[in-house]
């Protein structure tokens, strides 16, 4: 277990609404990144929190954002949900210190109909 | 165009055999990390390699990172039903913070 916690587990939306979902990341860990997945295709990079600001964002439209707590915990906001925005969205926490590697949660799976 | 290649991309074989799955790359990395992934969960680190030509074992796991740091191999010696899952390669992207992921490869190991 990697002490990466994320809520929903599972999620369905229809197409036009927004969703938010939610991150509590690694004790120790000051840096959250969001990742989608399709089926079958390996994780795609969203964008990254450091210290509560955006730190590098994905070829992802405006319509995802996402916020840092100052206790690190991260959401991910997707407004105006599309039919395509059906995945599983993952979060993964690291360190500064130790940013090669990044311990995932277990995933939101949202489905938007 | 991706990144990472991953072969093979779907592979089935019978519990005992041995299998190699590979990652390559046309860029070089300073690190790179396995990670595998199962139904309905998020993926779970396996290792990181960091020098070229370097090999960590664990357990039946072999993996290797390729002497100019651009490709990698993972190995499984007698293979079992619990190695199922979705392998994939994942590199830091050059002055980001950010990963980049392999298409992976998915196995399936049966009794």
């Known amino acids: 277990e990697t002490g990466v916690t994320q809520s929903p587990t599972h999620l369905i939306k229809t197409r036009g609404q927004q969703v938010t979902l939610r991150c509590s990341s690694q004790s120790g860990h000051n840096t959250v990144s969001w990742y989608q997945q399709a089926l079958g295709q390996g994780p795609q990079f969203i964008f990254q929190?450091?210290?509560?600001?955006?730190?590098g964002r994905g070829n992802f439209p405006p319509r995802f954002s996402g916020l840092q707590f100052p206790n690190y915990s991260s959401e991910l906001n997707v407004n105006a949900l599309e039919l395509d925005d059906s995945a599983l969205y993952l979060c993964a926490s690291s360190s500064r210190q130790s940013y090669t590697e990044a311990f995932f949660g277990q995933g939101t799976r949202l489905t938007v109909v | 165009t991706q990144l990472l290649e991953q072969s093979p991309q779907f592979l089935s074989i019978q519990e005992g055999e041995n299998l190699t799955v590979y990652c390559n790359s046309s860029s070089v990395f300073s690190s790179l990390q396995w990670y595998r992934q199962e139904p309905g969960e998020g993926p779970v680190l396996l290792v990181t390699?960091?020098?070229?030509?370097e090999v960590k074992k664990l357990k039946r796991l072999t993996f290797q990172f390729g002497d100019a740091r651009k490709d990698s191999s993972l190995h499984i010696t007698a293979a079992q039903p619990g190695d199922t899952g979705l392998y994939l390669c994942?590199?830091?992207?050059?002055?980001?913070?950010?990963?980049?992921f392999g298409t992976g490869t998915r196995l399936k190991v049966l009794a």
């Open positions: 929190y450091y210290r509560e600001e955006e730190n």
């Open positions: 994942a590199v830091p992207s050059s002055g980001t913070y950010k990963y980049i």
């Open positions: 390699v960091v020098t070229g030509g």
